[in-house]
C-alpha cells in the first residue's frame, strides 16, 4: 500500500514538473521546433536511435554466446527490449528490467539463470566503462571550457571520479574474481544461521561471479568485441543534439558543447531519474543542460519531447515482446498444469 502512494506521489510530481517546464518553454513555440526538424530529420534520428540499440543488443548477444547460451537474434532483442521498457518505466532507470531480460532468455535457450545474469552483470559493466570513457574524455575538454560554472565543475569532477571509482572497483573485482558478493552474503548469513535464504543467495551468487569471471578471462576477446560496440552505441546517443539542432536550427555544437550535453545528460540519467519514465526531470534536465550551450527553454523542450517520442517506440516493442512471449508463456504454462 505504502509504495503504491509513493509511486502515485512520484507520477503526480513527474507530471507537474512536465507541464511546469512545458509552460515555461510555451507549448506553440515548442510545437515549432519539432515541425521545423521536419521527415529527413526525424529519420535521421531513429536511425541514428536504433543503431544505438542494435549496437547494444549485439553486445549482449555476443555476451551470452561467449557463455554457451545460443539462443536467436529475436529473441536477444525481444529480451532486450523487454527489459528496457520495464527499466524505462520505473523510477530508477536500468534497474527494474534486468531480472526481467534474464528470465525470458533463460527460458527461451533452457539455460541458468545465474549464467544468463552474469552477462547482463558484464553488460552493464561494460555499459559503465564506455560511459566512464566518454565522460573522461569529455570532462577533459568540458572543464577547460568556460561553459559551465566553477561550482558545477567542481561536482561534475567529483561525480566522474566517483563513478570511475565504482566502476573500476566492481570490473577489477570481476575480472580478478574476489568473490566479494557472495563473501558478505556468507559473512551475513553465519551472523544469522536462521536466515538460511542468505547461504542460498551466496552459493547462488558465487556460481553468476564465476561466470562474470570467464568473460574477463577465458572469453576476453569476445568480451572486448562486446565493449566496442556499447561504446559505438554510446557514441550514437553522444550525435543526438548534433543531429537535432542542425536540422531545427542549423546550429553545429563544437566538441566542447557536446561534451557539456554527454557528461551532464549522463548525471542526469543515472542519478536523477527519479520519477517513474523519467516524467519532468527528463525534461527539466536537458532543458537546463541546453541552456548552457546557448540553447533556448523551447528548443531543449523540444528535443527532449523528439527523444522521448523515439524511446517510447523502442518501449512499446519490449512491452509487445513481453506480453507475447513473457505473460503469454506463463498463462500457456499455467492452463497445461491445470488440463493435467
Known amino acids: 500500500m505504502r509504495r503504491g502512494?509513493?509511486?502515485?506521489?512520484?507520477?503526480v510530481l513527474g507530471l507537474g514538473l512536465f507541464t511546469g517546464v512545458?509552460?515555461?518553454?510555451?507549448?506553440?513555440a515548442v510545437w515549432a521546433q519539432?515541425?521545423?526538424?521536419?521527415?529527413?530529420?526525424?529519420?535521421?534520428?531513429?536511425?541514428g536511435d536504433l543503431t544505438a540499440a542494435a549496437?547494444?543488443?549485439?553486445?549482449?548477444?555476443?555476451?551470452?554466446?561467449s557463455q554457451g547460451i545460443q539462443t536467436r537474434w529475436s529473441g536477444v532483442a525481444g529480451a532486450a527490449l523487454s527489459g528496457f521498457a520495464v527499466s524505462y518505466i520505473t523510477p530508477i532507470a536500468y534497474v527494474g528490467g534486468e531480472p526481467v531480460r534474464a528470465w525470458l532468455v533463460s527460458q527461451s535457450a533452457g539455460q541458468p539463470l545465474t549464467t544468463v545474469y552474469a552477462t547482463i552483470v558484464v553488460d552493464r559493466l561494460l555499459a559503465g566503462l564506455s560511459l566512464v570513457t566518454f565522460a573522461v574524455l569529455g570532462g577533459v575538454v568540458a572543464l577547460t571550457g568556460p561553459l559551465m560554472p566553477t561550482t558545477m565543475k567542481i561536482k561534475v569532477t567529483m561525480g566522474l571520479a566517483m563513478v570511475v571509482v565504482l566502476i573500476g572497483s566492481g570490473v577489477l573485482s570481476f575480472a580478478r574474481n574476489f568473490h566479494w558478493l557472495s563473501r558478505i552474503l556468507g559473512f551475513f548469513g553465519r551472523l544469522r544461521p536462521r536466515w538460511r535464504w542468505l547461504n542460498v543467495a551466496a552459493t547462488v551468487t558465487h556460481t553468476t561471479e564465476n561466470d562474470i569471471h570467464a568473460a574477463f578471462s577465458q572469453h576476453l576477446a569476445r568480451t572486448s568485441l562486446a565493449?566496442?560496440?556499447?561504446?559505438?552505441?554510446?557514441?550514437?546517443?553522444?550525435?543526438?543534439?548534433?543531429?537535432?539542432?542542425?536540422?531545427?536550427?542549423?546550429?553545429?555544437?563544437?566538441?566542447?558543447e557536446l561534451a557539456v550535453y554527454f557528461n551532464l545528460n549522463a548525471v542526469l540519467t543515472t542519478i536523477l531519474w527519479l520519477t517513474p519514465a523519467g516524467v519532468g526531470t527528463a525534461e527539466g534536465g536537458r532543458v537546463g543542460i541546453l541552456h548552457l550551450v546557448g540553447i533556448p527553454p523551447e528548443g531543449g523542450m523540444a528535443f527532449s519531447l523528439t527523444i522521448r517520442s523515439m524511446e517510447l517506440l523502442l518501449v512499446a516493442g519490449g512491452l509487445a515482446y513481453l506480453i507475447q512471449h513473457g505473460l503469454g508463456q506463463l498463462i500457456r504454462r499455467r492452463m497445461r498444469n491445470v488440463g493435467e
Do not use: D, N
Request: charged share 5%; with cysteine.
Open 34 to 47: 519539432v515541425k521545423s526538424l521536419g521527415p529527413w530529420g526525424f529519420t535521421a534520428m531513429l536511425a
Open 227 to 256: 565493449l566496442l560496440l556499447q561504446m559505438l552505441s554510446f557514441l550514437c546517443g553522444y550525435l543526438r543534439p548534433l543531429l537535432f539542432f542542425h536540422f531545427t536550427q542549423e546550429v553545429w555544437f563544437s566538441v566542447r
Open 22 to 28: 512545458l509552460l515555461l518553454a510555451g507549448p506553440g
Open 55 to 65: 549496437l547494444w543488443m549485439a553486445s549482449w548477444g555476443i555476451l551470452l554466446r
Open 5 to 11: 502512494v509513493i509511486v502515485g506521489l512520484l507520477i
